[in-house]
């Protein structure tokens, strides 16, 4: 074998190692290893392995003994999940790669692409393993979208990243490569720019790949860092009301003696009306705070307060319904998340309802340690379902479902549930999260 595709086996041999380590760090959990010796047991892998399977090519067996001893002594070494965890994941990565292959041989003799080239000759095995190794690279990708399509909503341009960087790649080969490129490639001593082009097809794979999920990554924190600072600002507008509290309180009790002495002249004149307009006007400061939450607990307190004082800016009024001890220690950050995101959506449903209408139901319940809530709201744009899962109506659609989402993360974390039910025009959401009380 010549140097161009001596260089083209290492390409193709690294670029199987990337798409291996692409699956099995969606799949498993990794352990706490530096990255360099990550970087180590992968090349160690791919030394020993192709070491053993270049040597002995005609035994298959031994092959494929060596590749299911050193990937699964691989995953041993940095990942902790369970042995039948390890052991699918290897044998899935064996037999997809045998497909990919299969289908690359078979589809290449079948279209009469490369007919008269035989399996032997290098050419042929070059093309046929560049083909099937992009091949097995979409079937993974498609496998991950599946995977992912649990936790979250696809878009097409998800699939359209999954099937256009690969299948444009082979079509690409194809094209670029006709039978005489690889005939006279064989006997060619010098690297063809042809090469560079194949080399560089392999390379846009992998790092579209990596560009994508990290762009995906990076909106998702964009989103979660908005939902934090939403949290925070429960938080603050807490502090504030507390703060404005204490001050007023402050302020009436200085005042107190003289109050007291005014109200006692007033009774020994006998000025009753005064007396009444004095007292009127001393007990609005009570009755101008409108918390409808007042269980003492800071963290369900401060997102409804904060929650109805926003909707009541549109006429949207909350029926609150709460029992909660006020010295119950919850997550506070997962109770803000949680109940935040039904409310924001609550609230945007029903903003487009008559206003003698705009009304949200809250219901919480704490039992034991389990957590119960209850968000119902009316609507008035129809709820459309796709898939099992309601699309949104609103008119920011980077941000489709994503709060739901979270609330669903959170109640898996919990070993709980989250019940959506549509009746008659009023939308609820229940929430059950098992063991979020400490």
Not at 162 to 168: E, L, N, T
Not at 189 to 197: A, V
Not at 280 to 286: S, T, V
Not at 375 to 401: A, D, I
Request: aromatic share 12%; glycine share 6%; charged share 25%.
């Amino acid at each position: 074998m010549n140097a161009v595709f001596i260089i083209l086996t290492v390409v193709l041999e690294v670029f199987t190692v990337i798409v291996q380590r692409i699956l099995v760090e969606k799949a498993l959990n990794s352990r706490e290893r530096k990255k360099h010796c990550e970087i180590i047991a992968w090349i160690v892998y791919m030394i020993v392995f192709n070491s053993v399977t270049y040597r002995i090519k005609g035994n298959v067996l031994i092959n494929i003994g060596t590749f299911f001893i050193s990937f699964f002594l691989l995953l041993t070494f940095l990942y902790r999940d369970a042995l039948r965890y390890r052991f699918f994941v290897t044998t899935f990565l064996y037999l997809s790669g045998m497909c990919s292959e299969l289908i690359a041989y078979h589809g290449l003799r079948v279209t009469g692409i490369y007919r008269d080239i035989q399996y032997v000759e290098p050419g042929f095995f070059i093309m046929m393993a560049i083909i099937s190794k992009l091949i097995w690279f979409f079937l993974i990708k498609i496998l991950l979208l599946f995977v992912r399509k649990n936790k979250m909503e696809l878009g097409i341009q998800d699939w359209l990243e999954a099937v256009f960087v690969p299948v444009g790649s082979i079509l690409t080969l194809i094209t670029c490569f006709p039978l005489e490129k690889l005939i006279l490639m064989e006997g060619n001593k010098k690297i063809p720019l042809e090469i560079l082009g194949i080399i560089i097809l392999m390379v846009i794979n992998i790092v579209t790949y990596y560009l994508y999920e990290k762009g995906k990554l990076a909106a998702e924190k964009r989103i979660r860092e908005r939902v934090l600072q939403e949290q925070c600002n429960y938080y603050m507008h807490q502090c504030a009301e507390a703060q404005q509290l204490w001050l007023e309180f402050g302020k009436f009790r200085h005042d107190m003696k003289q109050k007291y002495i005014y109200l006692n002249s007033l009774l020994e004149a006998e000025n009753y009306d005064e007396l009444k307009r004095y007292c009127k006007k001393n007990l609005e400061f009570f009755t101008t705070r409108k918390s409808i939450s007042t269980s003492g607990n800071i963290y369900f307190d401060s997102i409804i307060n904060y929650k109805a004082e926003m909707a009541g800016k549109d006429c949207i009024k909350f029926s609150l319904n709460m029992e909660v001890p006020h010295d119950c220690h919850v997550n506070g950050e997962e109770i803000s998340v949680c109940l935040g995101n039904l409310l924001d959506n609550a609230i945007e449903a029903t903003k487009e309802t008559e206003k003698g209408k705009r009304e949200v139901i809250i219901i919480i319940k704490i039992e034991g340690h389990n957590l119960y809530i209850s968000v119902r709201n009316p609507y008035v744009t129809p709820r459309v379902k796709k898939g099992g899962e309601y699309l949104t109506t609103k008119q920011k659609r980077t941000e489709h479902g994503f709060g739901l989402r979270i609330v669903k993360e959170i109640a898996e974390k919990y070993n709980g549930e989250v019940v959506i039910r549509d009746e008659n025009n009023m939308f609820s959401v229940t929430v059950l999260l098992y063991g979020i009380v400490e």
